[in-house]
């Protein structure tokens, strides 16, 4: 077997979160739908990958305040705009709209058969359930997951430069992509098999997303 991350079985249950407090930001932008255009473009896709980790000490404050203006701008947003030439604020934005999603890009009804499938023991078979449960997924959601982890993978192929491994991508993106409907005492527990399903996702991203053939 091949494993991914931390082993779950060692990590105790935290305390419950409440929904209403995770979901206070969400009902600012109203509600949002997947879609493969936002990366048609967009300096997401063709931004400066090798220097993602990079930050200098003033990193944190204007951050904060040029996301802000991101999501204030919405859609209006010109990216070609010089002020947006720091990646690290795009790829803040891309975060924020798949957490403020009214569901995850892995939709509620799918979260536990993820969960079950990458339990699976043998590799082989756990790649495989995985990419059913992919090919399961409503069009929308599966177009835009694809293009997601095929750019995912780009950073990741950067990782002696950027830092960012796939188990970091995994940590990074897998509770903001998936994650169940009520949220329970067993939160932490979810949180390594969210990061695991993402890692396995970019590590077999050819497997999964390949076609038939492949």
Not at 65 to 74: D, F, T
Not at 102 to 123: G, H, M, S, T
Request: glycine share 4%; with cysteine; charged share 25%.
């Amino acid at each position: 077997m091949n494993k991914l991350g931390p082993d779950p079985s060692h990590v105790k249950a935290q305390p419950q979160i409440s929904s209403q407090q995770a979901g206070a930001e969400q009902k600012k932008l109203g509600p949002r739908v997947p879609t493969a255009n936002i990366f048609k473009n967009s300096l997401i896709a063709r931004g400066k990958i090798d220097t993602l980790c990079f930050h200098d000490d003033t990193f944190l404050t204007r951050f904060l305040e040029e996301l802000e203006m991101v999501q204030k701008s919405e859609e209006k947003l010109n990216l070609d705009d010089s002020q947006w030439e720091d990646i690290h604020v795009v790829t803040g934005a891309l975060k924020m709209f798949f957490r403020e999603l009214p569901e995850p890009l892995f939709p509620y009804c799918f979260f536990e058969q993820f969960v079950e499938a990458i339990k699976i023991q043998d590799n082989a078979t756990r790649i495989k359930s995985i990419r059913s449960l992919v090919k399961k997924l409503p069009r929308p959601n599966y177009d835009t997951m694809k293009i997601l982890f095929e750019h995912l993978q780009k950073i990741a192929a950067k990782e002696s430069v950027n830092l960012m491994s796939t188990q970091s991508l995994g940590i990074v993106f897998g509770p903001t992509l998936l994650r169940p409907e009520k949220e329970t005492g067993n939160m932490a527990v979810h949180m390594l098999y969210q990061n695991q399903i993402v890692e396995l996702m970019l590590s077999e991203y050819s497997k999964i997303f390949g076609s038939e053939e492949d």
